[in-house]
Structure formats: structure tokens, C-alpha cells
């Protein structure tokens, strides 16, 4: 194999690898369209209702590549051929896409108001942190008097 083919090869290669990281991170970024944000209006005995989201989105790309001038067998005896090439590139690629409903707009004779969701699992877990870090503060300072 000549060293354009082989090159041609790994062009190809990583070109290929680009555009399906690409293809993903597209279909990732598609879930922050207004869609996702604003559900569709419904609407029942003259009141409208919208529902609202949050929307996050993290993502990481990482890539690489390499190149080898030959491949040297296990028997160390046996020389480098030096057209053979060991070539490889990679790339990759992660993310995540969550969305929480945070409101409700609600229109009706008497105008329009939101008005929030409130998720009470996540408060009652944030009450039971602050509660066990007070805890946990308060037996040291308890502690650090009877030393004393």
C-alpha cells in the first residue's frame, strides 16, 4: 500500500468519525428547540394552559489520532517493513440533555398568570441536608466546648 493510499484512508476514516460526532451532538442540541421548552396550549372550558420546562444540556468531545512509519513483528530479528503503516485516529463524544417542568401559564377570562411547579421531593431533600449539616455542626461545636 503506498503512503497516499494510506493516508486517503485515515482521511476518510476521520472524516467519517467528525461527522457522526457531529450527527450526535446535532440530535443532542435538538432537544433545547422551543418545543421542548413550551409544550402545546390546551385548551378546555375557555381556560388555556401551557406548560413550561427547563432545559439543560452538557456535552464533551474529545478526539485523536496517530501514526506509525512501520510495524515492527514480535521477533525482534525481523526488520521494520517500512511500507507497511499502522495508522488509527478516534474521536468521541458525551452528553446529556435533562428537562424539569418548572410553570404552568394559565390564560383565561380573567387574563393571564403563572403559576410554578413546586417539586417537593427536591425541597424535602434539601431540607434533610441543611437539617444533618446543622446536626452534624452542632455536635461539633457541642464537642469543642466540653474540651474545653
Given at each position: 500500500m503506498t503512503q497516499s493510499t494510506d493516508?486517503?484512508?485515515i482521511q476518510d476514516?476521520?472524516?467519517g468519525s467528525v461527522d457522526a460526532v457531529m450527527a450526535r451532538a446535532d440530535r443532542l442540541f435538538d432537544t433545547a428547540r422551543p418545543e421542548a421548552v413550551f409544550a402545546a396550549p390546551v385548551t378546555v372550558d375557555g381556560r388555556t394552559v401551557?406548560?413550561?420546562?427547563?432545559?439543560l444540556i452538557a456535552a464533551g468531545f474529545g478526539g485523536g489520532g496517530g501514526f506509525s512509519p512501520g510495524r515492527a513483528d514480535e521477533d525482534a530479528a525481523t526488520p521494520v517493513d517500512e511500507t507497511d503503516t499502522n495508522a488509527g485516529g478516534?474521536?468521541?463524544g458525551g452528553g446529556y440533555a435533562q428537562s424539569r417542568p418548572v410553570a404552568v401559564v394559565i390564560i383565561d377570562s380573567n387574563g393571564a398568570r403563572v403559576e410554578p411547579v413546586v417539586d417537593v421531593t427536591k425541597l424535602g431533600l434539601a431540607a434533610l441536608t441543611v437539617f444533618g449539616s446543622m446536626l452534624f455542626m452542632f455536635g461539633?461545636?457541642?464537642?469543642?466546648s466540653k474540651g474545653g
Open positions: 493516508t486517503k484512508r476514516r476521520m472524516a401551557i406548560g413550561t420546562a427547563e432545559v478516534g474521536g468521541g461539633r461545636m457541642w464537642r469543642g
